[in-house]
């Protein structure tokens, strides 16, 4: 949901182009200091191919659709508002893509949201084999400020994600593509729509969230949503904290732990890729309320079960997108 002004006037693309204060253009070359490396472009992308769906994401509200060449990775379904601009843009694939997949759609840019999805040891691509074609690169400010974990590809985070490393992310793109007047709007939107939930949800130290975000099976350890990533600002802004304190970005943890945990909320995530049948959110619902033991959950016998996508946990735009769509079902608990 964006400010609903904005959606009505504009959509999302429009809204942040009729909304912007004129900003400079951008001057090529331009050198932009990402993750830790020095990128230069000497114009504007015109075949950008966007590997995540945040990085998609972005440059669908930037109103960029004519300058991507394709998209993959996509957990979720692309936004609503988002759907027209996104038709002509080949999905390769909603899972990992191969690199010869990439090359053949003859990018000029790739922008990436995950290090497994470009990053030192990702069986996608490393960064070095698009340079050392001349293509650019670019990869999500969040996904390069995590502590290094052996047991985990993405890595512990030891503060609390906030929207800042987004914000870096929307204004290095748009300068990139000589846009810097919407991403300019499009932060502004996000900032309002913030400070709006902070608002409205004062701080509650006893109340706590437990995002799940799925699992091979009942019998398997469940992925959740770690203690300082997205899933912890989402509960930080709706006044709470994460159930899970681990600093690990996606932990894992069986249901001995979970029930430990004790979370005043469950939030069962949708995911709409359909790897396994815990992805979707009423088969996490209809195991936490039928499982003999589980059942026994304080939450679940309440019934502050709540749905939120998956995307939102992961670190991108979605993420501000899950504090509104889990408000809008606390509005309608009864919370202790």
Known sequence: MLNQSLVALCGVAAAVACTAAQAEPTSYPLTIENCGQSVTFTKAPERAVALGQN??????????????????????????????????????????????????????????????????????????????????????????????????????????????????????????????????????????????????????EDLTFLFWFSSPSPADDAYLGGGNGPSGYIADILGGSNAVRTEAEWPTLGWEGIMAADPTVFVAAQVDRNRWDLDRAENKIAYLTTDPTVSRMEAVQAGRIVVMSGAAMNPSIRTLYGPEEVAAQLRALDLP
């Not at 994401?57 to 930037?62: F, Q, R």
């Not at 650019?136 to 503060?159: H, V």
């Open 55 to 204: 990085s998609a994401e972005i440059l669908l509200m930037l109103g960029l659709q004519d300058r991507m060449a394709a998209t993959a990775f996509w957990p979720n379904q692309v936004l609503p508002d988002l759907e027209a601009a996104h038709e002509g843009v080949e999905v390769l694939t909603v899972e990992f893509p191969t690199l010869e997949a990439v090359l053949s759609k003859q990018p000029d840019f790739v922008p990436a949201m995950l290090v497994t999805l470009m990053g030192p040891d990702s069986k996608v691509a490393k960064r070095d084999d698009f340079e050392s074609l001349g293509i650019p690169t670019y990869l999500s400010p969040s996904a390069c400020t995590t502590a290094d974990n052996a047991a985990d590809a993405y890595g512990n985070r030891d503060d609390l994600w906030t929207m800042d490393l987004l914000y870096q992310e929307i204004e290095d793109l748009a300068r990139i593509f000589d846009v810097a007047d919407r991403g300019t709007a499009l932060i502004e939107d996000f900032k309002a729509r913030e400070a709006a939930l902070r608002a409205e949800f004062a701080d509650r």
